[in-house]
């Protein structure tokens, strides 16, 4: 980044530093930046959850800066109920709820866990959360 910036101040004082003859009447230039792929989730509770009729799972931080990701909540020993983040809303079918968004963003919610169907009812609920760009 420093030697970009070098670069543009170095171009920059060619061009107004050449003689006002040899000077054209317009300047432009094009500026390209290649970024990669960041995406982290963290937050969850690494317990096991103690399975209510609303299950609070922790404060769940989310960032991608990809245009379209999936944050996906994977639970041990459940087959049923709803993960709520936020003001979103996924079921979960076949132990796991997904929530997809289609622009970059930086989320810091509450997620919370209701009306939770065990498939065993004597063996803990574990999740992870993951995030991923589509």
Same mark, same amino acid.
């Given at each position: 980044m420093k030697s970009l910036v070098t670069a543009f101040a170095l171009a920059a004082a060619c061009l107004c530093s050449s003689p006002?003859?040899?000077r054209p009447a317009e300047a432009s230039f094009v500026l390209t930046a290649r970024v990669a792929s960041f995406c982290k989730v963290s937050g969850a509770v690494e317990?096991? /959850?103690t399975i209510e009729n609303v299950t609070?799972?922790?404060t769940i931080r989310e960032v991608c800066n990809t245009q379209g990701y999936v944050v996906r909540a994977?639970?041990?020993n459940l087959s049923g109920g709803t993960v709520y983040a936020g003001?979103?809303?996924a079921g979960i079918d076949g132990g796991a709820?997904?929530?997809r968004y289609a622009q970059a963003q930086a989320l810091v919610r509450?997620? /919370?866990l209701r009306d939770a169907v065990k498939q065993d009812s004597a063996a803990p609920v574990?999740?992870?959360v993951s995030i991923m760009p589509l």
């Open positions: 006002a003859a040899a317990d096991a /959850l609070s799972l922790g994977s639970f041990t003001s979103d809303q709820a997904e929530f509450p997620w /919370l574990y999740l992870t």
